[in-house]
């Protein structure tokens, strides 16, 4: 038998539709299952056997949201600008991803908090990814005082500013990449 893949749970900022969708999708799979099940006992299944055969085929039928925003996240880190290869990050900056906070960008709109539990191997990639997409532009943040907002900067300091965070790939960021590209669309719900 295969052993479990290791998870961790993480939390995200995501958009305030990205949550409407997967709850959407969540109430529209929850109700297919009941009626596959309900199906299979009207064919003479016994109750039982029909509640562990949609079990069996739930992941692929009817995934709940974190196997959703997981599949998403492959399929965005798969992408070319995302890819790699890229060199393991070291302690230090494995340490320095767990720090809380933001990292600089701009507020893409409306946003909410969630957290979902996805696969140990998926986050490593993602922080992974994410760290050095946008490791030149974090240290040229850093290296000319740039890194948080202030309204002492002049106009030139601004658009400098801009134009590396720009470049920034926060894995937030990359996860509502993910979820506008690959996530739960409104026709699919």
Do not use: C
Request: hydrophobic share 40%.
């Amino acid at each position: 038998m295969d052993s479990p893949e290791v998870a961790q749970h993480y939390t995200v900022w995501i958009r305030v539709q990205h949550a409407a969708r997967l709850k959407a999708l969540g109430k529209k799979n929850r109700i297919a299952e009941s009626l596959h099940i309900r199906q299979l006992v009207d064919e003479g299944m016994p109750s039982v056997e029909a509640r562990l055969a949609a079990r069996r085929i739930r992941m692929e039928m009817w995934p709940p949201a974190q196997v959703v925003v997981a599949r998403a996240l492959k399929q965005r880190l798969d992408e070319e600008d995302l890819r790699g290869p890229w060199q393991p990050l070291t302690q230090e900056e494995a340490d320095r991803m767990t720090l809380s906070g933001r990292w600089p960008g701009h507020s893409p709109g409306s946003l909410i908090q969630r957290h979902f539990t996805l696969p140990a191997h998926l986050l490593t990639r993602l922080r992974t990814a994410a760290w050095r997409v946008s490791e030149k532009p974090l240290s040229e943040l850093e290296r000319l005082d740039l890194w948080h907002h202030s309204e002492d900067l002049s106009p030139e300091e601004r658009e400098l500013r801009h134009e590396f965070v720009e470049q920034v790939y926060a894995p937030p960021r990359i996860v509502r990449q993910a979820l506008d590209r690959y996530g739960p669309q409104p026709a699919e719900l």
